[in-house]
């Protein structure tokens, strides 16, 4: 946090998180500044230590373009522009951008070397050539494969610009004026297809810009818990502890900070995987001793819940009573505790900046498992720690604060519960199946994955990440989230000779990079044997089990 740290400047590009994220992987830290606010901030007094400038779906010609004006240019800031942003850099400097009859698209070969004759570049295209190696390609090869994905491109350097790469179809894959400190790169280095990328960001980073690359988990941890302490003084704090990560993350990075002054309060809606509730209660009440008020609303939920089989109404319904819990409980402690002050949110970059709150807006409050709405006669300030960090981050604060792990890992669990997993109408016998044979397939998953560590020394699931060649990291093969589900079905079946009638079990294990888009793990037949055998002879009621082999679009990856 001692670097003024990087402005990723969104022109609208799908990728402005995944540049980001690169950055902060680089231990830079960074924030995604809508092009529209840039001027403004900077008239602020705000001063970044240097900005990457987003690709995006526009092209420069087009009326109403997304830019920033050639004085930006001015500031002595270091820019990395990216594909449009590179475009866009290139035209308002006077380089000339043209729109081809194809596109460039995919993995595509690259050279970046200095002679531009051996590079087949026309000198005079290329103005005047490179006399040594770009900053931004040191310590990375010549000959590249990069990743493309544009129809413009720059086809004349501005004044006081060099090419420093080209493909076969794109004279200025790469540009730059190392004297202004101003690069573009047509390729984009955010993807793992381009296996150099990210060290072209770090030569970015640390030789143009001057990053320290300080920017750790346990420095933000170290840092916020000092902030927490200062803003909250001896004031008392109330938060909605989920077990999720984010709000478990934030509960206890604030209880490091005011101790006993934070109350949790933890709606058990009985709708929770096989003990969660319980471990909860274990780890963050005995363990890190935090003041937990944990709420059974089981009954009080299954009782609303009786009858609906409706999917969007079961969701209405858990939103609505977790709100009008959480209000009685809180209004509860507040007459017993007297003056709570603030609200704790384990709100996380990504909800920031998909409400639009990147540029400095107020973050959305998060759907109903976590607060939907507070009584206004609480009048509670919002505290929210987490606000800037991507997920794996906020991993990253838990491992530093010393959560377990398999806790700080979970794979992403919905507010709504076992409810959505439990199609048509909601029973205590039907949850019963589903949370029993969900603890079989985490427990048989555990193994594999224990296996597949002893074998390979890494796991095949979220957040174990696998390294490319290039050292870049992709979790895009990865068992993401796993979970089995009550298609509401019974089949005829045969057991010990006698005719079963009973229900089918689903198991849903998905690859997923941020459970946008997803495909359908392919778990190896043995383990897909096991857990049939497994569920079918241990769990009572279930007779069949299925695999769902359907990817997000156009399955989504829960069923309700
Ligand atoms: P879908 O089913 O939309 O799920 O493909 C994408 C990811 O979101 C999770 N999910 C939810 N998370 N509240 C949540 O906190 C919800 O209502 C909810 N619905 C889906 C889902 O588990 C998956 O990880």
């Known amino acids: 946090m001692t670097d003024n740290g990087i402005w990723v400047v969104d022109f609208g590009g799908q990728y ?46 087009e009326e109403g373009a997304p830019g920033l004006p050639a004085s930006f240019f001015e500031l002595g800031i270091p820019v990395l522009g990216i594909c449009y942003g590179a475009q866009l850099m290139a035209h308002t400097l006077g380089g000339k951008v043209v729109s081809p009859d194809y596109k460039e698209y995919g993995r595509v070969a690259l050279y970046a070397g200095i002679d531009p004759v051996i590079a087949g570049i026309d000198p005079v295209i290329a103005g005047a050539a490179p006399q040594s190696k770009s900053a931004l390609f040191s310590g990375i090869s010549d000959t590249l494969q990069c990743w493309m994905s544009h129809t413009d491109y720059i086809a004349e350097p501005p004044a006081g610009f060099v090419v420093t790469s080209h493909t076969e179809n794109c004279p200025t ?23 150099f990328g990210q060290e072209l960001l770090k030569n970015f980073l640390y030789k143009v810009c001057g990053a320290a690359g300080d920017w750790t988990m346990a420095n933000f941890a170290k840092q916020k818990v000092s902030e927490i302490r200062e803003i909250v003084g001896d004031r008392k704090v109330l938060c909605a502890l989920s077990g999720g990560v984010d709000s478990s993350v934030a509960a206890v990075l604030v209880h490091e900070a005011i101790g006993d002054n934070l109350t949790c309060i933890f709606v058990d809606h009985g709708l929770l995987r096989k003990d969660e509730g319980e471990q909860v209660m274990e780890v963050y009440g005995r363990q890190f001793n935090m003041k937990i008020h944990r709420v059974n609303a089981a009954e009080r939920f299954l009782s609303k819940l009786a009858g609906v089989d409706d999917p969007e109404k079961k969701r209405k319904i858990i939103g609505a009573e977790f709100i009008a819990v959480f209000d009685e409980e809180s209004k509860k402690l507040f007459a017993s505790e007297g003056d709570i002050e603030f609200l704790l949110q384990g709100t996380i970059y990504p909800d920031v900046v998909e409400s639009g709150g990147g540029g400095g807006k107020a973050a959305v ?8 709405g507070l009584p206004d006669d609480m009048n509670l300030k919002l505290l929210e720690p987490l606000r800037l960090l991507f997920k794996d981050e906020v991993r990253g604060v838990g491992e530093e604060l010393g959560i377990a792990p398999e806790l700080v890992w979970r794979q992403p669990f919905p ?21 029993e044979s969900d603890a079989i397939l985490r427990e048989e998953i555990d193994k594999y994955n224990e296996g597949l560590f002893a074998k390979t020394g890494k ?8 390294s490319d060649a290039g050292g870049n990291v992709s979790s895009e093969r990865a068992v993401w989230q796993y979970f089995t589900v009550l298609p509401n079905i019974r089949s005829v079946g045969v057991m010990g000779d006698a005719r079963t009638y009973d229900y089918a079990v689903g198991i849903r294990a998905v690859t997923s990079v941020d459970g946008m888009t997803s495909d359908w793990a392919r778990l190896p037949y043995e383990v897909l044997e096991t857990l049939s055998n497994r569920i079918v002879n241990e769990v009572d009621g279930v007779n069949r089990v299925l695999y769902d082999l359907t990817s997000k679009p156009p399955g989504t990856i829960e069923w309700e």
């Open 365 to 372: 409050i998060k759907s109903h498992h976590n607060v939907g």
């Open 459 to 466: 796991r095949n699931y979220g957040g174990d990440y696998v």
């Open 16 to 61: 402005n998180q995944l540049i980001a994220r690169r950055v902060r992987e680089a231990h830079v830290y960074c924030e995604i500044v809508p092009y529209e606010k840039c001027m403004a901030r900077l008239d602020g007094g705000e001063l970044p230590l240097g900005v990457i400038f987003t690709g995006g779906p526009s092209s420069v010609y």
């Open 415 to 435: 507010g709504p519960g076992l409810a959505i997993r439990c199609l048509g109408e909601i029973t205590e016998e039907k949850l019963f199946i589903i949370r």
């Open 173 to 195: 894959a790469s540009l730059e004026d190392p004297v202004r400190r101003l690069y573009g790169v047509q390729f984009h280095p955010e993807v793992h297809h381009t296996p």
